[in-house]
């Protein structure tokens, strides 16, 4: 059974879903319940909302949660060296390419990173383009750079 919760950060309302002891999803704005899940306010949604009440506050800089990712071999390679770009930094498309083994996969990178279901724990914000460019963000550029900025004053 999966729940989802909703709760409202300086960023904007963020949703956030549990699935079988696992966060599956973080995403910003609110939504429905879809067949088969619950709108419910789990231990673990609480934890998840926690720390990121804490990474808000600037008190937090890693998150420990277990997660629930599932995708492709490519993207969960992409997502997992999102998780190594210690907070305050930043990476290329191209430099993630690189880490998975793909130097010539920039673009799919950018596909990947459009793909990530957590977000914000799994940082897909801090790729950025080769050139400096932001790049684009699910969220739209202005979270993207509210993230960045807001991780960079506490780095």
């Not at 998840?48 to 808000?56: C, I, K, N, V």
């Not at 083994?101 to 801090?126: D, E, F, S, T, Y």
């Not at 699910?138 to 960045?148: M, N, Q, R, W």
Request: aromatic share 10%; net charge negative.
């Amino acid at each position: 059974m999966k729940n989802m919760y909703f709760y409202d950060f300086p960023i904007g309302t963020i949703g956030i879903e549990e699935d079988d002891g696992s966060i599956s999803r973080v995403f910003f704005g609110s939504e429905k319940a879809l067949a088969g899940q619950d709108i419910a306010e789990t231990p673990l949604i609480q934890k998840a909302a926690s720390q990121l009440t804490e990474y808000f506050a600037s008190e937090r800089k890693e998150f420990d949660l277990p997660l629930a990712l599932e995708g492709t071999e490519f993207q969960m390679a992409v997502w997992k060296a999102l998780q190594a770009i210690p907070s305050g930094e930043t990476r290329s498309y191209q430099d993630i390419a690189k880490a998975v083994g793909k130097p010539q996969a920039g673009r799919a990178v950018g596909m990947a990173n459009n793909k990530n279901p957590i977000l914000i724990i799994v940082p897909c914000h801090r790729v950025i383009g080769q050139d400096g460019s932001w790049g684009g963000y699910v969220a739209g550029v202005p979270a993207k750079e509210y993230l960045l900025g807001l991780e960079k004053r506490y780095a």
